[in-house]
């Protein structure tokens, strides 16, 4: 069974940082996309970030120059670094990981929240 496991969210002030870490297991995602998405109160469900098997990103215009997203592919981890957090960036965060042979196959995180208040 596949598993991603997420962790660090939690309440910061505008302007602090939070890194939140991705932990796969029960498939190898090492040649497939890894990523971030976040749903905040009342929106939809938004990409963030993600990540190629190649250590290519994309990040929303939202957050370019804020956040940063890595992996380990070696631990088939995905990170996401959010630097100077603002109230918008409140929301649940999903790890996402694709993996693709003949079909694509697409798993998710529990989600971990964040809140950006003072």
């Known amino acids: 069974q596949v598993q991603l496991v997420e962790s660090g969210g939690g309440l910061v002030q505008p302007g602090g940082s939070l890194r939140l870490s991705c932990v796969a297991s029960g498939r190898d995602f090492s040649s497939g996309i890894m990523g971030w998405y976040r749903q905040g109160p009342g929106k939809q469900r938004e990409l963030v970030a993600d990540i190629t098997s190649g250590s290519s990103t994309n990040y929303a215009d939202s957050v370019k120059g804020r956040f940063t997203i890595s992996r380990d592919k070696a631990k088939n981890t995905v990170f996401l670094q959010m630097n100077n957090l603002k109230p918008e960036d409140t929301g649940i965060y999903y790890c996402?990981?694709?993996?693709?042979?003949?079909?694509?196959?697409?798993?998710w995180g529990q989600g971990t929240q964040v809140t950006v208040s003072s």
């Open positions: 996402n990981a694709v993996v693709r042979t003949i079909y694509t196959y697409q798993y």
